[in-house]
């Protein structure tokens, strides 16, 4: 199957710094990724969607200038959490899909764990 | 909007035993497709299973299979001989049209030795 990676995979910040997280389609071009964030013990939620190329498109309450996003190439895609405070601290994944059929199956990340001191 | 229904938070399945995880969604769009995915302790999303909406025929892998309900809008996963490597949270997910997928709130499953 198809392969995404993240990375760091765990990463620990003050308050206030801004971090970086990429996702990587190893081995297939990845024309839609897709940023989530989970908490403990709990479902997926989707942040944004971001397509090759384009602005990403941000979901109801998450805040585009705090958390941006960049889709610069077919196989990365950024995420920075800007002035990191710790109600950021989460589990955030991605994932990502290829082609232009809306149905074609999304690969996921393995996560990274943020935790903001 | 689409919503995905888990009303179970936890279930329990001895070893070797069958377990059954109900999932319910609601949508007005007539193509679409359902899934399962496992999380198990390292958080990493792996699918188990997707089932297209107009498709009768429930879809089945090795020791998974669904009971694909359309007009009642259930969507309930099967497993048979239940292995301790199955402990894990299961999602229930949905995608129609717009591509994004709307997960249920998950079941944590455990496998009894």
């Known amino acids: 199957g198809a392969v995404v990676s993240q990375h760091p995979s765990w990463v620990i910040c003050k308050s206030g710094t801004s971090v970086k997280i990429e996702c990587r389609s190893l081995?297939?071009?990845?024309?839609?990724m897709f940023w989530y964030r989970q908490f403990p013990k709990q479902s997926l939620m989707l942040m944004a969607t971001?397509?090759?190329?384009?602005?990403?498109?941000?979901e109801q309450g998450v805040e585009k200038d705090k958390f941006l996003i960049n889709h610069a190439s077919l196989t990365l895609s950024t995420l920075t959490v800007t002035s990191a405070h710790p109600e950021d601290s989460s589990f955030y994944i991605c994932?990502?899909?290829?082609?232009?059929?809306?149905?074609?199956?999304?690969?996921f990340g393995p996560g990274t764990r943020l935790t903001v001191l | 909007a689409q919503t995905v229904t888990q009303s179970q938070p936890e279930m329990s399945v001895q070893e070797a035993e069958t377990v059954t995880l109900s999932c319910t969604y609601d949508?007005?769009?007539?193509?679409?497709?359902l899934f399962w995915y496992k999380q198990p302790p390292s958080r990493q999303m792996i699918l188990v299973i997707r089932?297209?909406?107009?498709?009768?025929q429930n879809a089945t892998e090795n020791r998974f299979s669904v009971n694909f309900q359309k007009a009642a809008k259930s969507f309930s996963l099967k497993i048979s001989d239940s292995q301790l490597g199955d402990t894990a949270m299961y999602f229930c997910?949905?995608?129609?049209?717009?591509?994004?997928?709307?997960f249920g709130k998950g079941i944590t499953l455990s496998v009894r030795p």
């Open positions: 994932s990502a899909r290829s082609g232009l059929n809306p149905y074609n199956e999304q690969f």
């Open positions: 081995d297939f071009q990845a024309t839609t």
């Open positions: 971001s397509n090759e190329g384009s602005k990403a498109t941000y």
């Open positions: 949508t007005s769009e007539s193509n679409y497709y």
């Open positions: 089932q297209e909406a107009y498709k009768q």
């Open positions: 997910a949905f995608t129609g049209a717009n591509s994004k997928l709307t």
